[in-house]
Nanobody
Framework: QVQLVESGGGLVQPGGSLRLSCAAS????????MGWYRQAPGKQRELVAA???????DYADSVQGRCTINRDNAKNTVYLEMNSLKPEDTAVYYC????????????????WGQGTLVTVSS
């Protein structure tokens, strides 16, 4: 099985910064991509940022320039650094990972973390 453990959420003032972490563990053979999504009450879950094993990245327009995603492939960990935070960034942030399990033959997995709450308020 695969588990994703997220950390780093909390309360931050507008203009402040946070660093979210997500560590994947389990019978993982490889991870093709990891990403961060967010969801506020009454709103759709949306992509914040994603990164492939090769380092290719994708950012939502709303966070581009204020957010950086990176990963440590050896540790199966992805990080999301956010700065210049705005109240509208307030949401539950979810980590996602997709890849292959250590099975024969290899089986695909697509897992979500439990979410971590980010609140931007003065």
């Amino acid at each position: 099985q695969v588990q994703l453990v997220e950390s780093g959420g909390g309360l931050v003032q507008p203009g402040g910064s946070l660093r979210l972490s997500c560590a994947a563990s389990g019978t993982i053979f490889s991870i093709n991509a990891m990403g961060w999504y967010r969801q506020a009450p009454g709103k759709q879950r949306e992509l914040v940022a994603a990164i492939t094993s090769g380092g290719s990245t994708d950012y939502a327009d709303s966070v581009q320039g204020r957010c950086t995603i990176n990963r440590d492939n050896a540790k199966n960990t992805v990080y999301l650094e956010m700065n210049s935070l705005k109240p509208e960034d307030t949401a539950v942030y979810y980590c996602n990972a997709e890849g292959l399990l250590k099975t024969t033959p290899r089986r695909i997995f697509d897992r979500w973390g439990q979410g971590t709450l980010v609140t931007v308020s003065s």
